[in-house]
């Protein structure tokens, strides 16, 4: 019999008011691995955070993590979860160590355990000689690490990262992703949300990409790349006139037309020989197309692909 997996989700709906934030969504994340919920500000991810959390209510549609049912057991499955959100949660007037002493206590913890345990954590997310200072002189890639280190006191089986390193910058982002990378390796399934497409690229084992509430796609980063192709030739056309020729020759071929900009793209297998090919056969005269480029796939490529757009219309209501 196959694994059961640790969190599972059939048909969740919610909305506010006349705004449809998840419109159905369906998930499957097995044990143990680092699953990703990619999307655009309003695409339905933070909400999805909220309900497996059980923080709200969905309106619609069942939901288990850990093995149990996040609304008729709610408190089996806040035992067994951490959630750190986009804001963190610390007392900026204690130092660190004084705040993850404060969880272990809230987590009924011993004080002896607690002190203990605190000091495990802030070695373990190299934080020791910033342990003694307030945190409110701590960086924000300081508070990230320390509200992780706190949401680890007790060690749970699902792990809710909810855009954790927005904000930071490229040296502390990075900094976040050795600290995720280190915590998949002791078992737990992380369930991570992000906005960062490198974010996901790097660290997930697998990607759900949402937009308008619904999963548009899923699978591993290779195959939602392949679903656009390995390699990508961008062109420049010289006119609109080239530019309409060119979308009605290729039809579904083209990738992300953009008539203002006199810009589309078609796959290739990135090879010289495959790409001065398809130059031939697109431009015989070499008259329409005025510059190309050739990159490899990116899961921002699917994304624009796949929804025609980086960005919702809508935000997701906040505080909730």
Sequence with gaps: MPEEPTIEATGLTKSYGEVRVLAGVDLHVPRGSVFSLLGPN?????????ILTTLIAPDGGTARVAGHDIVRERGLVRRAISL???DTALDELQSGRENLQMMGRLCRLSSRVAARRA???LERFDLVEAGTRRVGTYSGGMRRRLDLAASLIVPPAVIFLDEPTTGLDPRSRAE???VITELTRSGVTIFLTTQYLEEADRLADRIAL????RIVAEGTSAQLKQRVAEHRLDLSLTDVTGFDMMTRYLG?????PDRDRLTLSVATDGSAAHVRALLDDLDP?????????VHSATLDDVFLALTGHA???HKEPAGV
């Design 84 to 86: 750190t959100g986009q």
């Design 311 to 313: 960005t919702t219309a």
């Design 210 to 213: 949402v937009d308008g509430g």
């Design 252 to 256: 579904e071929r083209a990738l992300v």
């Design 285 to 293: 005269a070499r008259r329409v197309i005025d510059r190309f480029a």
């Design 42 to 50: 309003g695409a339905g991810k933070t909400t999805t955070v909220r």
């Design 119 to 121: 000091d495990e954590l």
């Design 176 to 178: 976040m992703w050795r």
